[in-house]
């Protein structure tokens, strides 16, 4: 399939996974052109009447990513977008009707801003809700999520089991986890199960040492120490990821050897 990824001083089209850009190729991508055009301009009119359209690039709220990500959503789900392998393409297209006051600093090829918009979308306002801008952040630029979609399948069903916002402090500790016990692993070689299961054990841990730590402030480990003893026992990994220890034994042998 074929994008447009530029309009001035001439149209300009990128196209992966072919040879040679055919008529109906041209079509199918000013199609798609013009369902963004129109989905960005309802976009902006909306978040300027609701009083959520940004004053400055980078100063945007949780809901204008939300809305901005659903959007995207909305233009990636039609027919004239085949392809999802193909979003970053979509990205340049959006990126000639996003105004600059919806983008993000460019933080690197793999932290891109469009890309978290876009997955936050998938997410019910609800859900997106019961964290604030700054924390999705911190778990889409994570090792072992910030290019696993399958992350948000797991990550909408822990939610929706939680009544509460979630703490920063538990955020910062969960990611750190999972790095520590998917940075070294290609994610893309494991079944949803394994994946689910290391993302389950993260979150166990984070939530036993999160209990420690609000039943005594002075509580000792930290990340570092917690980091630690995932390194010092990723022997059990695999066991983990079959299913062969319960989520909760393996976060009290960490929690313990991440104390001594």
């Known amino acids: 399939m074929a994008v447009l990824v530029a309009k001035t ?5 990128q196209i992966i996974g072919g040879i040679g850009l055919s008529q109906p190729d041209r079509e199918q991508a000013d199609r798609l052109d013009r369902q963004i055009e129109i989905r960005i301009g309802e976009l902006i009119q909306s978040l300027t009447q609701q009083g959520f359209m940004p004053a400055e690039k980078g100063r945007g709220s949780l809901r204008a990513y939300w809305e901005l990500g659903s959007a995207l959503r909305a233009v990636s789900d039609s027919a004239d977008f085949p392809h999802k392998a193909e979003l970053p393409l979509l990205w340049r297209n959006a990126k000639l009707y996003i105004p600059e006051e919806l983008l993000y600093q460019d933080r690197g090829p793999y932290r891109e801003h469009l890309w978290y918009c876009y997955r936050l979308g ?14 999705w952040v911190t778990l889409f630029d994570s090792n072992g999520i910030n290019q ?5 399948v797991w990550f909408q069903q822990k ?3 939680i009544a509460s916002q979630l703490d920063r402090e538990f955020i910062r500790m969960f990611a750190p986890c999972v790095n520590e016990m998917l940075g070294n692993i290609d994610s893309c070689d494991l079944t949803a199960s394994e994946l689910h299961n290391c993302y389950e054990s993260a979150w166990q841990i984070t939530a036993a040492w999160y209990s420690l730590k609000e039943r005594n402030s002075d509580y000792p480990v930290g990340r ?8 010092d026992n990723l022997g059990m990994l695999d066991q983990i990821m079959e299913g062969q220890i319960a989520t909760e034994q393996y ?10």
């Not at 696993?148 to 948000?152: A, G, Q, S």
């Not at 976060?251 to 001594?260: G, L, N, Q």
């Open 148 to 152: 696993e979609p399958r992350f948000d």
């Open 122 to 135: 998938g997410y019910t306002e609800s859900l997106v809700s019961k964290m604030k801008w700054g924390e």
């Open 251 to 260: 976060a009290e042998v960490i929690v313990s050897a991440a104390a001594k």
């Open 224 to 231: 570092k120490e917690i980091q630690r003893a995932i390194s």
């Open 159 to 161: 939610l929706s089991s």
């Open 9 to 13: 001083p001439q149209k300009r089209y």
